[in-house]
Structure formats: structure tokens, C-alpha cells
């Protein structure tokens, strides 16, 4: 069976949210009064909001998170996904795959609101048949793992026609505990890379990815 349906990561693998992302989180400590405990810097992007949120603030208090949460918001969910970044090809690249006939996702830790505003905004929405989102879903995903698996259980589709692409060690254990082969984007912030397992395609720009696709895309790899 072809492998046909492309499921992606967005940042870090589609986009550059990082200057917004951390213009963000500045503006929230700075605006609640909240010290930060470690630097601001690209590394942290990719968890969950409230994961990252603790790390920052060093703090597990519900009040505390869901302060910094709320200014976060205000400030990203109005201006700040508009200072987004595609990265390099990425545009022509999903264009290209698209025109060849493959089904195209988005499955992200991003919060689902800003996922669909930051799509619109680029004008990509008609080109995924569905972006999930940990609160995409009721109740809400607990981790990228069951995100993908509850998108695949969505739109009727089995390991073997799926392939994710992402930029993070979790990106590609997640692909794995669902059985689907797994390219690593090291294109974007591809932090990882270094510890990433041996079998994993790795992919350095955007524009040589459907070339990687084409390999993969007739696999019978079942991890």
C-alpha cells in the first residue's frame, strides 16, 4: 500500500515561530511580574504551552501557569502569529506534494487556535485535509502520541499509508509508538539531531523532501 498520507509537525519543521513565540513569553513574564528562571531561546519551543511554561517560571502552581497562560495568549492569538517565518522551500514543497496527489496534515503541539490563524495567514488551509492539535480534541490529547493516533482513527487511515515528518526526538518516538516511519527535518530548529537513531531518514532542506517521500512513499516498512 502507497504511502500517500503525509502528516507533518509545524514548528520547527514548516515554520520559524520562534521570534514570535518568545517575543510572547517575554511580554507575559514581563507584563505579570514573573521572573524567569532560564533564558529565552529557540530550545524551548516545541512542548506544550503549559509544559513550557513551567520550565520557564519554575513552577507547578495552577495560578501561576494559567496567569502566564491568558497574557501569552492575549498577545499571541491577536498580533504575534502574524510574525511568523516559513522556512526556506517549505511553501513550494507542500505545493509540489499536493499537486502530486498526497494528503497532506498538520498534527502539532501548537494550540489549535493560532495553528488555524497562522494557516490562514499564509493561505495554506486548502492544503491540508485536517490539522489536529492537543486541544483539538474532547477531552483534549495528552501527548503527540495520541494526537496521531487519534487523527489516523479520524480520517480511516492505517499505519501503512501514513508517513510524519518532524523536527524533534518526540516527533519521531511519536511516529514510532503508531507504527509510522518518521523523516527528521533538520532544515528548521532539528535540536535533536544528534541523539536521533540511525534509521531515521534525514532530510536538510525543505526542497530535497519530496524527493525522500518518493523513497519512502512505496515502503513496507512497519516499525
Same mark, same amino acid.
Given at each position: 500500500?502507497?504511502?500517500?498520507?503525509?502528516?507533518?509537525? #509545524?514548528?520547527?519543521?514548516?515554520?520559524?515561530?520562534?521570534?514570535?513565540?518568545? *517575543?510572547?513569553?517575554? *511580554?507575559?513574564?514581563?507584563?505579570?511580574?514573573?521572573?524567569?528562571?532560564?533564558?529565552?531561546?529557540?530550545?524551548?519551543?516545541?512542548?506544550? #504551552?503549559?509544559?513550557?511554561?513551567?520550565?520557564?517560571?519554575?513552577?507547578?502552581?495552577?495560578?501561576?501557569? *494559567?496567569?502566564?497562560?491568558?497574557?501569552?495568549?492575549?498577545?499571541?492569538?491577536?498580533?504575534?502569529? *502574524?510574525?511568523?517565518?516559513?522556512?526556506?522551500?517549505?511553501?513550494?514543497? #507542500?505545493?509540489? #506534494?499536493?499537486?502530486?496527489?498526497?494528503?497532506?496534515?498538520?498534527?502539532?503541539?501548537?494550540?489549535?487556535?493560532?495553528?488555524?490563524?497562522?494557516?490562514? @495567514?499564509?493561505?495554506?488551509?486548502?492544503?491540508?485535509?485536517?490539522?489536529?492539535?492537543?486541544?483539538?480534541?474532547?477531552?483534549?490529547?495528552?501527548?503527540?502520541?495520541?494526537?496521531?493516533?487519534?487523527?489516523?482513527?479520524?480520517?480511516?487511515?492505517?499505519?501503512?499509508?501514513?508517513?510524519?515528518?518532524?523536527?524533534?526526538?518526540?516527533?519521531?518516538?511519536?511516529?514510532?509508538?503508531?507504527?509510522?516511519?518518521?523523516?527528521?527535518?533538520?532544515?528548521?530548529?532539528?535540536?535533536?539531531?544528534?541523539?536521533?537513531?540511525?534509521?531515521?531518514?534525514?532530510?536538510?532542506?525543505?526542497?530535497?523532501?519530496?524527493?525522500?517521500?518518493?523513497?519512502?512513499? @512505496?515502503?513496507?516498512?512497519?516499525?
Amino acid at each position: 500500500m502507497a504511502r500517500t498520507h503525509l502528516i507533518f509537525d #509545524l514548528d520547527g519543521t514548516l515554520i520559524d515561530s520562534a521570534p514570535s513565540i518568545l *517575543q510572547g513569553f517575554e *511580554q507575559a513574564f514581563a507584563s505579570t511580574g514573573t521572573p524567569l528562571c532560564r533564558p529565552l531561546s529557540s530550545d524551548v519551543i516545541g512542548p506544550p #504551552l503549559m509544559t513550557t511554561l513551567s520550565r520557564l517560571s519554575g513552577s507547578h502552581d495552577p495560578a501561576v501557569l *494559567q496567569t502566564l497562560a491568558e497574557a501569552f495568549k492575549q498577545h499571541y492569538d491577536s498580533v504575534g502569529y *502574524q510574525a511568523t517565518v516559513v522556512f526556506a522551500g517549505v511553501s513550494e514543497m #507542500l505545493f509540489s #506534494l499536493k499537486q502530486a496527489g498526497f494528503h497532506l496534515y498538520i498534527a502539532t503541539n501548537k494550540r489549535h487556535l493560532p495553528t488555524l490563524k497562522i494557516l490562514a @495567514h499564509l493561505g495554506w488551509q486548502p492544503w491540508f485535509d485536517a490539522v489536529v492539535a492537543l486541544d483539538a480534541f474532547t477531552p483534549p490529547c495528552s501527548h503527540k502520541t495520541e494526537m496521531i493516533g487519534r487523527l489516523m482513527a479520524a480520517q480511516d487511515l492505517s499505519p501503512q499509508q501514513c508517513l510524519y515528518i518532524g523536527d524533534r526526538l518526540e516527533d519521531g518516538q511519536a511516529a514510532e509508538a503508531n507504527h509510522l516511519p518518521f523523516v527528521l527535518a533538520s532544515w528548521g530548529y532539528a535540536g535533536d539531531l544528534a541523539a536521533a537513531p540511525s534509521h531515521w531518514p534525514v532530510c536538510a532542506a525543505a526542497d530535497a523532501l519530496p524527493d525522500v517521500i518518493a523513497r519512502l512513499a @512505496h515502503s513496507s516498512l512497519s516499525l
